[in-house]
């Protein structure tokens, strides 16, 4: 199994009510039930006030690299890959466990 993190900081001057980010938050939470290769899948607001959070995370997981590699191209996951980009910057990180 993969497990694939997704760290999202929003833009200077973009809020969470931004209906642009509203959008983008509720395409990701549908996104788990679109994507046959998605075993696990959550994402959430943080709720941290430290500096050095990020804003809006996602946690998932999928078989193998192949999975991850159909989940990216996803056309479901590149629309919403397509809203965050006019809005956020993003870190991500996948390990195997």
Not at 46 to 64: C, H, L, M
Request: glycine content about 4%; aromatic content about 14%; some cysteine.
């Amino acid at each position: 199994m993969i497990r694939h993190l997704v760290l999202f900081k929003l833009d200077e001057g973009v809020e969470r009510d931004d209906p642009r980010v509203v959008a983008g938050a509720d395409a990701f939470r549908a996104l788990g039930g679109q994507v046959e290769e998605l075993r696990f899948w959550e994402c959430a607001w943080n709720i941290s006030d430290r500096p050095i959070a990020y804003d809006f995370a996602i946690n998932s997981a999928v078989e193998d690299a192949a999975a991850l590699k159909r989940y990216a191209e996803h056309p479901a996951h590149q629309a919403c890959v397509a809203q965050w980009r006019e809005f956020a910057t993003w870190v991500i990180a996948d390990y195997e466990f």
